[in-house]
């Protein structure tokens, strides 16, 4: 069925957060050998590609994407030997592997940083963004961290502040250097040379900062009892005119090989968030699409929201769709699962590339974390604020046995209390189970090129109802979505392929399809 489309278009995307999707060596945290273990369950799950969050050597203040080292792999995760079996293994199922590039920022133990803060005439002193303290001192400018506090460190030993979008273990590289880019060039291509499918481009939209290093306006919607880095609006600390040129010279190394995508992580609204596909599309394949992680869950606020996506997207652009990640809520505990099975139909028959967030596909809630076993540094910084990300990093629910079939011992992080009927072995054996709903929608999907491939049209939307086509050549399916909890009834013929509720395959509906709570319906015309 797959049509002469590249991989990264008619597949589907799956992001696993090594740490915690399978330990094979008994120390708590997940590693390369764990995730070649569970390679027949990705195979059974048939996504296509999986990208995983940075496995390089680091001092893990941000669980790896505070990197020291771009082309080996931390000992936690395993070798290099072990990262080239996983390729090996992952290209004999026919899965693609997509690697997390963090080029914004290394840690502060990379040895590029400990030489360039080791004097001012360092050669790799404007490798970072150094400058002088503000009139009486200070620092030079308003710019807040994402992560909280000032982005500007003080650096006593040669007397300058440098630049941190985030931990100020994390110093941001500058990009207005040309040795910079160069070497970061190098790193993609140390992995594309080993047979990496592509990047997903961490932070694409930080990458360059003004060159004025301008303050930041105030932000005049702020409330308190917000994220602190809210009170600015972050103009010139992001989402620089220039940063295309950055992505564009990314994408042609990208580009020097066969076959290979790159994604960016852009948290922007739809206008500036399509820019990222470039000039000609020669930039991003696919800047990723968070709209529904925020999107609040009615089937207007939907409608609309895939409609202005849809309208922005350039001539010939790509879209795609993301319901979670390593750094937000799960959509399980945010919708509560009748409607996260609502929300799985909607991303898997979307018009575009959708990326499946580890767990998700079982239903993994948001683990609730004790005060004493919080991990994420954010969250350290900023207590209280709701915005702990370790409660959607937990430890894989494979089973009902002590650890969830996740390690032998006590993992990294706390698993969830339901494990024993939320896991893979339990679900697969239950024919109606968020599992079996997932393989099935993943299963349609492969197997109905008008899902893969085709058109999108919003037919109807009102209440809780959202009714929209996909069509391809002849072939056409028609997808309803109840998001609300009452029965709905709507007029249509056609015969049903799937329900997530997993019990009408192949009804047919003459004229009058009643869809109970939470239910949704992909029906053939
Ligand atoms: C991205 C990552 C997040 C990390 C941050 C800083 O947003 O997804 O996990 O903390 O970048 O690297
Ligand atoms: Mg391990």
């Given amino acids: 069925m797959r049509e002469n489309v590249p991989w990264w278009k008619s597949g589907i995307l799956y992001q696993i957060y090594p740490r915690s999707f399978q330990d094979s060596d008994g120390d708590g945290v997940g590693d390369l050998r764990g995730v070649i273990e569970r390679q027949p369950y990705l195979r059974e799950l048939g996504v296509d590609a999986l990208w995983l969050s940075p496995i390089f050597p680091s001092p893990m203040e941000d669980f790896g994407y505070d990197i020291s080292d771009y082309t080996g792999i931390d000992p936690l995760f395993g070798t290099l030997a072990d990262f080239d ?114 990047f997903r481009v961490d932070v694409m939209w930080h990458l360059i900062k003004d060159d004025m290093l301008r303050d930041n306006p105030p932000n005049p919607d702020f409330v308190p009892g917000q994220q602190p880095y809210e009170q600015l609006i972050p103009l010139y600390s992001t989402d620089r005119p220039e940063v295309h040129d950055v992505v564009a010279e990314l994408r042609q190394v ?47 606020a939907i409608a609309k929201l895939v409609d202005d996506y849809e309208a922005a997207l350039p001539a010939g652009a790509w879209p795609n769709w993301v319901l979670g990640n390593h750094d937000r809520q799960r959509i399980a505990s945010r919708l509560g699962t009748d409607q996260a099975r609502v929300a799985a139909m909607l991303l898997l028959t979307l018009r575009g590339t959708p990326t499946l967030y580890y767990g998700d596909e079982i239903g993994m809630p948001q ?106 050549q002849d072939q056409r399916s028609l997808v309803a979505l109840n998001l609300g909890m009452a029965t709905i009834s709507l007029e249509v013929r056609g015969h049903v392929l799937l329900s997530t509720f997993m019990d009408r395959q192949a009804e047919v509906i003459d004229g009058l399809l009643s869809l109970r709570g939470a239910e949704g319906i992909v029906i053939e015309p």
Wanted: proline share 7%.
């Fill in 367 to 472: 683990v609730a974390i004790a005060p004493d076993r919080v991990r994420d540094p954010w969250e350290k910084n900023v207590p209280g604020m709701g915005v702990g990300r370790d409660g959607c990093r937990t430890p894989m629910q494979w089973d009902e046995t002590a650890y969830a079939g996740f390690s032998v011992r006590e993992p990294w992080l706390p698993l969830s209390k339901d494990i024993a009927l939320v896991n893979v072995a339990t679900e697969r054996q239950n024919t109606a189970s968020m599992l079996s709903l997932y393989r099935a929608l993943v299963t349609l999907r492969r197997a109905r090129p008008e899902l893969a491939l085709g058109g999108y049209r919003l037919v109807s939307v009102a209440d809780d109802l959202l009714v929209y086509a996909r069509e391809h």
């Fill in 85 to 198: 079996a996983l390729v090996a293994a992952a290209h004999d199922f026919g899965l693609k592997i997509v690697l997390d590039l963090v080029p914004n920022h290394t840690s502060d133990q990379h040895p590029w940083f400990i030489e360039s803060r080791g004097s001012r005439d360092s050669s790799k002193r404007d490798w970072y963004i150094w400058r002088d303290p503000k009139g009486e001192g200070g620092p030079p400018n308003n710019w807040l961290s994402e992560f909280g506090g000032s982005t500007w460190e003080f650096d006593a030993h040669t007397g300058q502040y440098y630049y941190h979008a985030f931990l100020r273990s994390q110093p941001d590289l500058n990009w207005r250097n040309p040795e910079v880019r160069g070497a970061m060039h190098d790193v993609m291509r140390f992995w594309l040379r080993r047979g990496v499918d592509g």
């Fill in 254 to 300: 990208i580009d020097e090989f066969d076959d290979r995508v790159l994604i960016g992580e852009i948290y922007l609204p739809p206008a500036k968030l399509v820019a990222y596909y470039g000039r000609n599309l020669a930039g991003a394949h696919l800047p990723f699409n968070f709209a529904l992680i925020s999107t609040p869950w009615n089937a207007r």
